[in-house]
Nanobody
Framework: QVQLVESGGGLVQAGGSLRLSCTAS?????????LGWFRRPPGKEREFVAA????????YYADSVNGRFTISRDNAKNTFYLQMNSLKPEDTAVYYC???????????????????WGKGTLVTVSS
């Protein structure tokens, strides 16, 4: 079991930056867990944003954010991050952090194999 809590959402102007954080509480060794970020834009389905493997050696991004967003993790703090730069109004969404039952992410699986979810944090990008 993994409990996840996001923070760092808010209102930002287009072109600005935000960093989301997600802190995990778990009996598992945090460094062995694959992690990800997803988002749900207003009126749309949840979509994948980024994922990172247990060692941070592998990361994967949606085309829409590649080059602007960076996922990272601090295993000593049981926390991972989504640095969002050059934000656009279409990035407006509720952002969810997620954790896998395994040590990585699985692009061919439903929700990239993520099983545990935070409650979400709202990011609003104004034009």
């Amino acid at each position: 079991q993994v409990q996840l809590v996001e923070s760092g959402g808010g209102l930002v102007q287009a072109g600005g930056s935000l960093r989301l954080s997600c802190t995990a509480s778990t009996a598992r060794t945090f460094s062995t867990i694959g992690l990800g970020w997803f988002r749900r834009p207003p009126g749309k389905e949840r979509e994948f944003v980024a994922a990172i493997s247990w060692s941070a050696g592998n990361t994967y991004y949606a085309d829409s954010v590649n080059g602007r967003f960076t996922i990272s993790r601090d295993n000593a703090k049981n926390t991972f991050y989504l640095q969002m730069n050059s934000l656009k109004p279409e990035d407006t969404a509720v952002y969810y952090c997620a954790a896998s039952k395994g040590d990585t992410y699985y692009p061919g699986a439903v929700d990239y194999g993520m099983e545990y979810w935070g409650k979400g944090t709202l990011v609003t990008v104004s034009s």
